[in-house]
């Protein structure tokens, strides 16, 4: 899910995949997603998924600047060998090893397709940049417009983001000691008047410069109903959406460790976790809105799909 900021221009990114990270991109005009710059995140220092650790500083990285109408053109007339040479082994001179989709790559950019690569070859384009491609089942994304706080949910802790693990990149910035399949919430301090990773400045209030764990689930030996997840906790959060007029982060779960999955609500001011729904057995909670207000009523939305669709756990 995307997050499109108050000026119309900056849209702050989930990126649902293994090796995936933080982007962001800033259009040249207000209200107009055809043309601007997309940007990649490096993470500092300090990474942590505990609630309660201290943030860990992001810097930007640009990947390319274009129009859709380029995009297409490019992606009309171009093969994906033209762009850059993947292999499975070594080749030497020229290539680049990065991790892209958990697995090990060399990859050579051809002369002249940095554009292309950019828009056309995102995740491998980035870590070939050195961003941080280390994050895993990064899913909704929202905004606290008053705090100037993103909220982005990381659906499970897992594979690239656990140092150790064939898919984790050491150095890279997303390492954390060991997996937390039950997930967490980070929250990202948005500011301006940022630069590049080449000094350039990057017209944006609304840029992440930090990520810290809000909120995160807890793995528990199954209890008697089945729950792999502590039930009185958060558990792969996938929908977010934050109501400005209740100061309240609401979290819907698609979650395989909760029997029955949730409707969250989290008031950012009193720190108090509720449970707002409980969803019929197997199924997700989806589809999720905060709406603040529509003629004098406030409205918070939530459907649930697949229900009696059990997952492995469930016997």
Same mark, same amino acid.
């Given at each position: 899910?995307?997050?499109? =900021?108050?000026?119309? &221009? ?6 649902? @995949? ?8 800033? @259009? ?30 992001? #810097? ?23 762009? =850059? #040479? ?8 020229? +290539?680049?090893?990065?991790?892209? /989709? ?7 950019? /051809?002369?002249?397709?940095?554009? $292309? ?6 995740? &491998? ?22 705090? %100037?706080?993103? +909220? ?13 693990? *064939? ?13 937390? %399949?039950?997930? $967490? ?21 609304? &840029?992440?410069?930090?990520?810290? @764990?809000?909120? @995160? ?6 209890? $008697?109903?089945?729950?792999?997840? /502590?039930?009185? *906790? ?6 977010? %959406?934050?109501?400005?007029?209740? &100061? ?11 029997? /029955?999955?949730?409707?969250?609500? +989290?008031?950012?001011? #009193? ?45």
């Amino acid at each position: 899910l995307v997050q499109v =900021m108050p000026d119309n &221009r900056t849209v702050f990114m989930g990126d649902d @995949a293994t090796n995936s990270g933080y982007f962001v991109f800033v @259009a040249d005009n207000e209200k107009d997603l055809s043309s601007g710059t997309l940007y990649v995140a490096k993470v500092g220092a300090g990474f942590s998924i505990v609630p309660g650790d201290a943030a860990a500083a992001l #810097t930007w990285i640009k990947l390319g600047s274009a129009s859709s109408a380029e995009i297409e053109n490019l992606a009309t007339t171009l093969k994906p060998a033209d762009i =850059m #040479t993947v292999s499975k082994t070594d080749l030497g001179a020229g +290539y680049t090893k990065i991790v892209a /989709n958990g697995k090990t790559e060399w990859i050579k950019l /051809n002369s002249g397709m940095e554009k $292309a690569a950019a828009f056309l070859e995102t995740h &491998r384009y980035a870590a070939y940049k050195g961003a941080s491609l280390g994050f895993t089942k990064m899913e909704g994304t929202t905004v606290n417009i008053k705090d %100037k706080i993103a +909220y982005s949910a990381l659906q499970n802790v897992q594979a690239s983001m656990v140092a150790g693990d *064939k898919a984790n990149v050491p150095g890279n910035g997303v390492s954390v000691p060991k997996a937390l %399949k039950a997930g $967490a919430v980070m929250a990202l301090n948005l500011k301006g008047g940022l630069k590049d990773d080449k000094g350039t400045a990057i017209h944006s209030e609304w &840029r992440p410069v930090d990520t810290k @764990a809000l909120l @995160a689930g807890e793995d528990i030996t199954a209890d $008697a109903l089945g729950n792999t997840a /502590n039930p009185n *906790k958060i558990a792969n959060p996938d929908n977010l %959406k934050f109501s400005e007029k209740m &100061r309240t982060l609401f979290i819907g779960e698609d979650s395989g460790q909760h029997v /029955n999955n949730f409707l969250w609500a +989290y008031n950012i001011d #009193t720190k108090q976790l509720s449970r707002v729904m409980s969803i019929p057995a197997g199924g997700e909670s989806t589809g999720l809105h905060a709406v603040d207000e529509i003629n004098g009523w406030t409205y918070i939305m939530s459907n649930f799909q697949h229900a009696g669709d059990w997952g492995s756990i469930h016997n």
